[in-house]
């Protein structure tokens, strides 16, 4: 069966060969390639090598040779269709029915690339001569050099209404192919088609593989547009390419590290001065296929953007698209330049180093959505908080990865915590208990002399302060109810993830069992506990799951699921009083500083949730 090149292309993409090659081959990176011994004959020292730029496996030793496909073929002892079927069953690729109008659509894109690399071949022609004096003259004074011109094929389209037409249509090139294709346009009140671009400089926008697939153009006078991009075509389609793909993938792969600018010279200009894994989307805000595009060459791109108004709408726009598709490993950072400069101006008034600042403080999107969402924002009443925090919550709530989900709602919850949380008053002995005070305590008395304990010392002077009573406790008992009933993640699981837990040990096992229990909610407790050894907590899971540990701990391995909730529930609840006591304290003190309407306020809504608290604490107890 045949199967059409873009299918081929995309699963290619989908799998790379060097995750395919690994499942049968231990291999080690060397240099910009990967080495391993050789699945297909007998040898002691590697000869096999995986070029993951060029997409391909090699064999010195046997002659072995291929692509992602070829390797399954080989290893699996495939036919083509059968390797090609089974790849994509696993990329989540639906495998195209080859029909002979499939064919001919085939063909006809084969047409429209090479009508497109004709073109390429023209404009590049002209920048060169006499027609495209002015347009190569001004991209030598936007510094950029013969080799870079070269490099990206920059040419310019003469300011005739025919001149690519005549140039190009022919029997095997016919008008209605150049019109498909972008490059003729046909008046919509008829008439003869003409040049779409016409007296502009054309930087050719390429495939993944570095195909011609169309091209922006920038006019060199007050013509509007200033940027004009190729109308969408078969080959090309605006929301999903990003200009400089090609350059930019093996310094990004090689660098783990790709940053996206926003027009064609800041790629440009970037590239030149070394920062070669720099790409752009195509005069629109960046997609969920864009973003899915830039995860394949590095796990968090950095979206650099200018520091005016327009930039802050554009991060904000991204960060809406990028929320709902976030998963474990896989985000966004975001770079800001400084006012009024973009890459190029940077790049030219400071050097690449100023350039290289501005990418290495590049905040991750969990910051940059905390500063958007209080940014000039009045948060001064309970009210307002609240509000914040729905928006928040309705935010994270977006996100499809569950595992995901639970980080963002706990992280967002603590930041408003830290946020909203006073800081503690400084205690002065000799001004009295109230800060900046002369002397006199909260009713204007003469503050008495601090009572002594037995030992002649100050309470507390001297020795450590004791950690909150139980909570390592609660924190071990909560975790080892899970680990026997991972069921019960689906009535507590939003809680576990908004909690962070003090011992750091029992908090990096509480992050495993929410990413194993995210990805697969079917686990049981076996299953659960095998992942979790695979991820090297073998030595805290043997603590947790002790016999004479949990006789101590009285948690019963035994429990029915609907007592381990009721267990679970109660220990939460014992577990996030130590906030809530701690909210009301300051609460008090700070009403006590001198009673205001927001003070007054915060008493009244902290006493309230310390009510309801009780209350569900009695309930639980009571059903236990």
């Given at each position: 069966m045949a199967?059409?090149?873009?299918f081929l292309d995309e699963?290619?993409?989908?799998v790379?060969?060097?995750?395919?090659?690994?499942?049968?081959?231990?291999?080690?990176?060397?240099?910009?390639?990967?080495?391993?011994?050789c699945p297909f004959h007998?040898?002691k020292?590697p000869?096999f090598?995986v070029?993951?730029?060029?997409?391909?496996?090699?064999?010195?030793g046997?002659?072995?040779?291929?692509?992602?496909?070829g390797?399954?073929?080989?290893?699996g002892h495939?036919?083509?269709?059968?390797a090609v079927e089974?790849?994509a069953a696993e990329?989540?690729?639906?495998?195209?029915k080859?029909?002979?109008?499939e064919?001919?659509?085939?063909q006809?894109?084969?047409s429209?690339h090479?009508?497109?690399?004709s073109?390429?071949?023209?404009f590049?022609?002209h920048?060169r001569?006499?027609?495209?004096?002015?347009?190569?003259?001004?991209l030598?004074?936007?510094?950029?050099?013969?080799?870079?011109?070269a490099?990206?094929?920059?040419?310019?389209?003469p300011?005739?209404r025919?001149?690519?037409?005549?140039?190009?249509?022919?029997?095997?090139?016919p008008?209605?192919?150049?019109?498909e294709a972008?490059?003729l346009k046909k008046?919509d009140n008829?008439?003869?088609?003409?040049d779409y671009f016409?007296?502009r400089?054309?930087?050719?926008?390429?495939?993944?593989?570095?195909?011609?697939?169309?091209?922006g153009?920038?006019?060199?006078?007050?013509?509007?547009?200033?940027?004009?991009?190729?109308?969408?075509?078969p080959?090309?389609?605006?929301?999903?390419?990003?200009?400089?793909?090609?350059?930019?993938?093996e310094?990004?792969?090689?660098?783990?590290?790709?940053v996206?600018v926003?027009g064609?010279?800041?790629?440009?200009?970037l590239?030149?001065?070394?920062f070669?894994?720099?790409?752009?989307?195509?005069g629109?805000?960046v997609?969920e296929?864009q973003i899915?595009e830039?995860?394949?060459?590095?796990p968090?791109?950095i979206?650099c953007l200018?520091?005016?108004?327009?930039?802050q709408?554009?991060?904000a726009?991204?960060?809406?698209?990028?929320?709902?598709i976030?998963?474990?490993?896989?985000?966004l950072?975001?770079?800001?330049?400084?006012?009024p400069?973009?890459?190029?101006s940077?790049i030219k008034?400071?050097g690449?180093?100023?350039m290289?600042?501005?990418?290495?403080?590049?905040?991750?999107?969990?910051?940059?959505?905390?500063?958007?969402?209080?940014?000039?924002?009045?948060?001064?009443?309970?009210e307002?908080?609240?509000l914040l925090?729905?928006?928040l919550s309705?935010?994270a709530?977006t996100?499809?990865?569950e595992?995901?989900?639970?980080?963002?709602l706990?992280?967002?919850r603590?930041?408003?915590?830290d946020?909203?949380r006073p800081?503690?008053?400084?205690?002065?002995?000799?001004?009295?208990?109230?800060?900046g005070?002369?002397?006199?305590?909260?009713?204007?008395?003469p503050p008495?002399?601090?009572?002594?304990g037995p030992d002649?010392?100050?309470?507390g002077?001297?020795?450590?302060?004791?950690?909150?009573p139980n909570?390592g406790a609660q924190e071990?008992m909560?975790?080892?109810?899970?680990?026997?009933h991972p069921?019960?993640?689906?009535?507590?699981?939003?809680?576990?993830?908004?909690?962070?837990?003090a011992d750091?040990?029992?908090?990096n096992?509480?992050r495993?069992?929410?990413?194993?229990?995210?990805?697969?909610?079917d686990l049981d407790?076996d299953?659960?506990a095998?992942?979790?050894?695979t991820?090297?907590?073998?030595?805290v899971l043997?603590f947790?799951?002790d016999?004479?540990?949990r006789?101590v701990r009285?948690?019963?391995?035994?429990?029915?699921?609907?007592?381990?909730r009721t267990?679970?529930?109660?220990?939460?609840?014992?577990y996030?009083?130590?906030?809530?006591?701690?909210?009301?304290s300051e609460?008090?003190?700070?009403?006590?500083?001198?009673?205001t309407?927001?003070?007054?306020?915060?008493?009244?809504?902290?006493?309230?949730q310390?009510?309801a608290a009780?209350t569900?604490d009695?309930?639980?107890s009571?059903?236990?």
């Amino acid at each position: 069966m045949a199967f059409p090149p873009q299918f081929l292309d995309e699963l290619r993409a989908r799998v790379p060969v060097t995750s395919v090659v690994a499942r049968r081959v231990k291999l080690v990176r060397k240099g910009r390639e990967h080495q391993g011994l050789c699945p297909f004959h007998n040898e002691k020292t590697p000869s096999f090598t995986v070029n993951e730029d060029k997409g391909f496996f090699h064999c010195f030793g046997c002659g072995a040779h291929g692509d992602a496909i070829g390797f399954e073929m080989r290893a699996g002892h495939l036919g083509f269709t059968e390797a090609v079927e089974k790849l994509a069953a696993e990329a989540g690729l639906e495998v195209p029915k080859a029909t002979p109008e499939e064919r001919v659509r085939e063909q006809r894109r084969a047409s429209l690339h090479d009508a497109l690399e004709s073109a390429a071949a023209f404009f590049e022609k002209h920048l060169r001569g006499p027609a495209g004096r002015d347009g190569f003259a001004y991209l030598k004074n936007r510094g950029l050099s013969d080799d870079t011109i070269a490099r990206f094929r920059l040419g310019f389209a003469p300011d005739s209404r025919e001149a690519l037409k005549s140039s190009l249509m022919s029997k095997e090139c016919p008008e209605s192919l150049l019109i498909e294709a972008g490059l003729l346009k046909k008046p919509d009140n008829g008439g003869g088609s003409f040049d779409y671009f016409r007296g502009r400089v054309m930087f050719p926008i390429t495939d993944r593989r570095g195909r011609v697939i169309g091209f922006g153009a920038r006019t060199l006078g007050d013509g509007q547009p200033k940027y004009l991009n190729s109308p969408d075509t078969p080959l090309f389609h605006k929301g999903q390419t990003l200009y400089g793909l090609a350059h930019a993938r093996e310094q990004a792969r090689e660098l783990n590290r790709v940053v996206v600018v926003e027009g064609y010279m800041d790629v440009i200009a970037l590239h030149q001065a070394g920062f070669a894994y720099a790409v752009a989307p195509l005069g629109t805000a960046v997609t969920e296929q864009q973003i899915e595009e830039l995860w394949r060459l590095a796990p968090e791109p950095i979206l650099c953007l200018d520091g005016d108004k327009a930039g802050q709408r554009a991060m904000a726009r991204a960060l809406e698209r990028a929320f709902p598709i976030l998963k474990p490993g896989q985000s966004l950072r975001f770079a800001t330049l400084p006012s009024p400069e973009d890459p190029d101006s940077l790049i030219k008034a400071k050097g690449p180093a100023a350039m290289a600042a501005v990418l290495d403080a590049a905040q991750p999107l969990v910051e940059v959505a905390w500063r958007i969402a209080t940014l000039d924002r009045p948060l001064d009443t309970p009210e307002r908080r609240a509000l914040l925090e729905k928006e928040l919550s309705d935010k994270a709530h977006t996100i499809a990865d569950e595992a995901v989900r639970w980080q963002y709602l706990a992280t967002f919850r603590q930041k408003a915590k830290d946020s909203f949380r006073p800081p503690p008053r400084p205690w002065n002995n000799a001004g009295g208990g109230r800060p900046g005070g002369r002397g006199f305590g909260r009713f204007g008395q003469p503050p008495q002399a601090p009572l002594k304990g037995p030992d002649g010392l100050l309470p507390g002077a001297g020795r450590p302060r004791p950690p909150r009573p139980n909570s390592g406790a609660q924190e071990w008992m909560m975790l080892a109810l899970v680990l026997d009933h991972p069921r019960l993640m689906d009535s507590i699981g939003e809680r576990l993830g908004e909690t962070t837990f003090a011992d750091k040990t029992l908090d990096n096992l509480r992050r495993g069992i929410l990413k194993h229990l995210g990805a697969a909610r079917d686990l049981d407790a076996d299953g659960l506990a095998a992942h979790l050894r695979t991820d090297g907590y073998s030595e805290v899971l043997d603590f947790l799951l002790d016999a004479n540990e949990r006789r101590v701990r009285a948690v019963r391995s035994d429990l029915s699921a609907e007592d381990a909730r009721t267990h679970w529930e109660h220990v939460y609840n014992l577990y996030t009083r130590k906030d809530l006591l701690a909210d009301v304290s300051e609460a008090n003190a700070e009403l006590a500083q001198g009673p205001t309407a927001a003070s007054w306020s915060r008493f009244e809504a902290v006493k309230k949730q310390q009510q309801a608290a009780t209350t569900l604490d009695d309930e639980v107890s009571g059903d236990g």
